[in-house]
């Protein structure tokens, strides 16, 4: 039976969208996942996502990354999958939906989506980089010539290197543009590349530049490869509540497999 996709994007950050209400895809088949995600032979995607039923939510994602294995949360993605349960008809202005990590809500309004992420309560600094988790795991350092490195050698060597290794983190470069704007380059684990852009990325960025005092400011605006994401946040004793990631999210085009 052929199978209708829908490829979004958020801010580069691209994923390919089925719906399996009916549960007509094979999800264990990790190596179709991963051709489809393959840029040269296949659509060509950051990662997979499915959109499936909830007994009591109003439906549930289940994330593939784009080697075929079922990962983490990912902002990005929760985003435009909101914007895909629209597009069918499933919400109209709001979501609330169960992913990996535990319930989000969200909120659509033409193409912006806003997309709660989970509370944060640990977050380690260390000598040169902070880590945190977002609904994935990340490492955060400043790298000063943000626009002219192998982020590929210098990301996979710190995602494979002690203290991840095989289990690996997503390595986010930081550059302070100002108080209230952060450039972001982010390598992630699974794609094994950069990505354009990554929401639990820049999420982790937000709050650890708040964290460690580089801003004091509570709305920040990050600026990756493929535009520009906002996240918005409070914090109360330490613990880093009400975290919003905001941007763009748009149905590039469908087709059938």
Not at 95 to 100: K, S, T
Not at 122 to 144: A, C, M, R, W, Y
Request: proline residues 1%.
């Amino acid at each position: 039976m052929r199978q209708t996709f829908y490829k979004y994007q958020g801010t580069g950050n691209d994923f390919v969208m089925i719906d399996n209400r009916q549960q007509t895809f094979d999800k264990n088949n990790t190596k179709l996942i991963a051709s489809l995600c393959d840029r040269r032979f296949g659509i060509g995607a950051d990662g997979l996502i499915l959109l499936e039923n909830h007994n009591t939510l109003d439906f549930k994602m289940v994330y593939y990354n784009a080697d075929g294995n079922q990962s983490s949360m990912c902002g990005n993605g929760g985003r435009c999958l909101v914007a895909f349960a629209k597009q069918l008809g499933v919400i109209k202005n709001k979501a609330v939906f169960e992913a990996i990590d535990g319930l989000h809500h969200a909120t659509i309004n033409g193409d912006i989506v806003k997309l709660q992420m989970q509370n944060v309560d640990v977050i380690e600094k260390h000598k040169q980089h902070v880590f945190l988790d977002t609904g994935s795991p990340h490492h955060v350092q400043f790298e000063n010539q943000i626009d002219g490195f192998d982020i590929k050698t210098k990301g996979a060597k710190i995602r494979y290197g002690a203290p991840y290794n095989k289990a690996g983190s997503n390595v986010n470069f930081v550059k302070k543009i100002s108080n209230a704007v952060f450039k972001v380059r982010t390598y992630e684990r699974g794609v094994e590349d950069e990505t354009l852009s990554c929401g639990t990325g820049v999420t982790a960025v937000a709050l650890a530049m708040h964290y460690i005092g580089e801003t004091e400011k509570n709305l920040i605006t990050l600026q990756t490869q493929g535009g520009d994401l906002q996240v918005s946040f409070k914090e109360e004793n330490g613990v880093y509540n009400n975290v919003w990631l905001i941007g763009p999210a748009k149905l590039v085009f469908q087709g059938k497999i």
